[in-house]
């Protein structure tokens, strides 16, 4: 038998503490200074002016803002739950299966949008949709919904699968041999221990298409900004704490989300 003291320890390597807080400095410090001075009562966004809110109370009564986040949440929205729902067919249908010829090509098919660069795929649906317009005529925001419910479905498809992989299916083929139809071994057995892997692809699919800009930018048409793409025309036009206070509402919904997500997952664990 092995002793446990001589396995391989990665958090037990020279200097892994010190790469690990390297890490999170560079990642989460300028998040910080982004929230900080988010409350800076000045213009400017390197000289602290004092404490105040003026930012969000100018964020919220900025028309533009409030129409591009209502525009932002009902595009992610619906994107999510329609990208969830084919996310989880196909894990059902590539996990709940014998291997068979092709199996492994279609984990690349539907993981492509993962390694493809974003840019490749936006130019692609670009040029696609401009030749859909001019055939219907039809501009909506119909096109960035299924832009990002393409683009989101690996997203929500990774966690679900994992979820699936780790579930035990004795509990399954147990209701399969007392007669129960597919549908019904799914909605009584598997999807009560499947639900939280499909939250956590629900809520990253929401997040990976709130936070989109490069797809959007290529597919919106006039005046179909989301909240990510007026942030970066703004950048353009100066940087004002206002972008900030937008950010720190992000980092703040991103939060919750992740809290949420922790609360539900831990009291299933319990159960």
């Not at 200074?33 to 602290?48: P, Q």
Request: charged share 15%; with cysteine.
């Amino acid at each position: 038998m092995t002793d446990r003291r001589t396995r391989f320890d990665i958090r037990r390597q020279p200097g892994f503490g010190s790469v690990a807080w390297l890490c999170f400095v560079v990642l989460y410090l300028p998040i910080l200074i982004v929230v900080v001075y988010a409350f800076n009562a000045g213009r400017s966004v390197a000289t602290w002016q004092g404490f105040s809110l003026r930012w969000f109370v100018s964020a919220w009564h900025n028309q533009l803002i409030v129409e591009c986040s209502l525009r932002s949440l009902r595009i992610g929205s619906i994107a999510a739950v329609i990208s969830t729902i084919a996310a989880t067919m196909a894990a059902l249908a590539t996990t709940r299966t014998r291997p068979y010829p092709g199996l492994t090509l279609k984990y690349a098919i539907i993981n492509q949008p993962l390694m493809v660069p974003e840019i490749v795929t936006a130019v692609a649906l670009l040029i696609v949709f401009a030749r859909v317009k001019i055939w219907t005529g039809y501009t909506g925001l119909t096109y960035l919904v299924i832009a990002h419910t393409a683009f989101c479905i690996p997203f929500a498809y990774l966690p679900i699968r994992a979820r699936l992989e780790n579930m035990d299916r004795v509990l399954e083929t147990a209701a399969a041999d007392l007669y129960a139809s597919s549908w019904r071994v799914f909605r009584y057995v598997t999807f009560p221990r499947l639900w939280p892997g499909i939250l956590a692809g629900l809520m990253l699919a929401f997040v990976i298409s709130l936070d989109d800009v490069v797809i959007t930018q290529f597919v919106k048409s006039a005046g179909q900004d989301t909240l990510s793409t007026y942030m970066l025309g703004q950048l353009r036009r100066g940087v004002t704490p206002e972008v900030n206070a937008i950010s720190t509402i992000f980092v703040l919904i991103s939060i919750i989300v992740v809290v949420v997500f922790f609360i539900v997952n831990r009291k299933r664990s319990e159960q």
